[in-house]
């Protein structure tokens, strides 16, 4: 969670105009309920199919007023992921916007709509600071917080991403979720080999015990983060932004990115893009906030349902034992399958 907001010009309202005009793309897709079903694309010759998780981080109120009627419209299912201790608690989290969290109510319609209800933490805590004894009430203290609820988290995302390279962090995740997410990439591999350090997922190295770079307790989440050419956080003085069109153009940038390795129908790589406020306009977009306008946020769901893209929750990746890689579930494994109807498959 980025505690950054800069309120912006009115010329921003102007430009998000410009974009929503700007937005006819041609609808093509038509979604099975029940099994996976993707759009094929050819790209370089391939075909290619698109899929994306939508993931929302901290239990904000914004999120359910604001963003789940457009999930709704497009029948897209999001992955909610909760802190306990902010649901139904008026004073929780950062400031300014510290007043205005999910009650248990809407996480148990979301849940019962078929969103993905997942674990946050209790308090949405630094977990690199503390004791075993915390950690515990964090991590399986939330497991059990969502079970008294009803809701079955296997998943896991680690507060402003810390800990995720901590061995007795990882170590006390482990022990209560099959897979955790962590910031910030573009592309999730469910193979753990997209950042070139590791062989599969698993997290410690058999040899000597290591935890490594990118395992099933780091998949890689994109933070909806401008990426600005040049900006180094400890070198620029002056932070950069992006304006309206600029992000929708890099989101456009980002869920595409998988194209360039999920060929002839293999997916092995996956945007988990993660959104957190959910604000009704005047957005500067910036390297050190996450924060989304609606209408940018109503414009990129457009945009996923005119080009294709697969929504999927991250309750649909599995973890396999026996290759240690990560997969989706709905979909078979079966390498030899030419049924141009499987245009999707794990390999
Ligand atoms: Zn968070």
Same mark, same amino acid.
């Given at each position: 969670? !980025? !505690?950054?907001?800069?309120?912006?010009?009115?010329?921003?309202?102007?430009?998000?105009?410009?974009?929503?005009?700007?937005?006819?793309?041609?609808?093509?897709?038509?979604?099975?309920?029940?099994?996976?079903?993707?759009?094929?694309?050819?790209?370089?010759?391939?075909?290619?199919?698109?899929?994306?998780?939508?993931?929302?981080?901290?239990?904000?109120?914004?999120?359910?007023?604001?963003?789940?009627?457009?999930? /709704?419209?497009?029948?897209?299912?999001?992955?909610?992921?909760?802190?306990?201790?902010?649901?139904?608690?008026?004073?929780?989290?950062?400031?300014?916007?510290?007043?205005?969290?999910?009650?248990?109510?809407?996480?148990?319609?979301?849940?019962?709509?078929?969103?993905?209800?997942?674990?946050?933490?209790?308090?949405?805590? $630094?977990? /690199?600071?503390?004791?075993?004894?915390?950690?515990?009430?964090?991590?399986?203290?939330?497991?059990?917080?969502?079970? /008294?609820?009803?809701?079955?988290?296997?998943?896991?995302?680690?507060?402003?991403?810390?800990?995720?390279?901590?061995?007795?962090?990882?170590?006390?995740?482990?022990?209560?979720?099959?897979?955790? !997410?962590?910031?910030?990439?573009?592309?999730?591999?469910?193979?753990?080999?997209?950042?070139?350090?590791?062989?599969?997922? !698993?997290?410690?190295?058999?040899?000597?015990?290591?935890?490594?770079? @990118?395992? &099933?307790?780091?998949? &890689?989440?994109?933070?909806?983060?401008?990426?600005? @050419?040049?900006?180094?956080?400890?070198?620029?003085?002056?932070?950069?932004?992006?304006?309206?069109?600029?992000?929708?153009?890099?989101?456009?940038?980002?869920?595409?990115?998988?194209?360039?390795?999920?060929?002839?129908?293999?997916?092995?790589?996956?945007?988990?893009?993660?959104?957190?406020?959910?604000?009704?306009?005047?957005?500067?977009?910036?390297?050190?906030?996450?924060?989304?306008?609606?209408?940018?946020?109503?414009?990129?769901?457009?945009?996923?349902?005119?080009?294709?893209?697969?929504?999927?929750?991250?309750?649909?990746?599995?973890?396999?034992?026996? $290759?240690?890689?990560?997969?989706?579930?709905?979909?078979?494994?079966?390498?030899?399958?030419?049924?141009?109807?499987?245009?999707?498959?794990?390999?």
């Amino acid at each position: 969670m !980025r !505690r950054f907001l800069l309120s912006s010009a009115i010329i921003l309202g102007l430009i998000l105009n410009a974009i929503c005009i700007g937005l006819s793309f041609s609808v093509q897709s038509v979604y099975s309920s029940g099994k996976i079903t993707l759009q094929p694309t050819i790209v370089n010759g391939y075909n290619s199919s698109k899929v994306v998780i939508l993931a929302f981080d901290d239990s904000s109120k914004n999120q359910f007023i604001l963003a789940k009627p457009i999930l /709704d419209k497009y029948g897209f299912k999001g992955s909610f992921f909760t802190v306990c201790n902010y649901v139904n608690n008026a004073t929780a989290g950062y400031k300014p916007y510290s007043h205005n969290y999910m009650a248990w109510q809407d996480i148990k319609t979301l849940q019962k709509q078929g969103h993905d209800i997942e674990s946050h933490t209790m308090t949405h805590t $630094n977990l /690199d600071t503390k004791s075993i004894q915390a950690l515990e009430y964090e991590l399986g203290g939330s497991k059990q917080c969502l079970l /008294d609820h009803g809701i079955d988290s296997t998943i896991f995302s680690y507060p402003s991403s810390h800990g995720d390279s901590n061995t007795t962090v990882v170590k006390v995740v482990s022990k209560y979720y099959d897979l955790a !997410r962590t910031a910030d990439a573009p592309l999730a591999f469910l193979h753990c080999n997209g950042y070139g350090k590791e062989k599969d997922c !698993r997290p410690f190295n058999n040899n000597n015990g290591k935890l490594g770079y @990118e395992h &099933r307790y780091s998949i &890689r989440e994109w933070g909806h983060h401008p990426h600005i @050419e040049g900006y180094q956080p400890s070198t620029n003085s002056v932070v950069p932004s992006f304006n309206q069109s600029q992000m929708f153009n890099q989101f456009v940038k980002e869920v595409n990115s998988q194209q360039n390795y999920n060929k002839n129908g293999c997916i092995v790589a996956i945007p988990i893009v993660v959104y957190h406020k959910i604000l009704p306009g005047n957005i500067v977009y910036t390297p050190n906030k996450s924060s989304i306008d609606v209408n940018l946020f109503s414009a990129e769901m457009k945009y996923l349902h005119d080009n294709g893209f697969k929504v999927i929750k991250t309750s649909d990746l599995g973890y396999n034992q026996t $290759n240690n890689h990560v997969y989706i579930k709905q979909l078979n494994s079966n390498n030899n399958n030419n049924n141009s109807n499987a245009y999707a498959k794990n390999c």
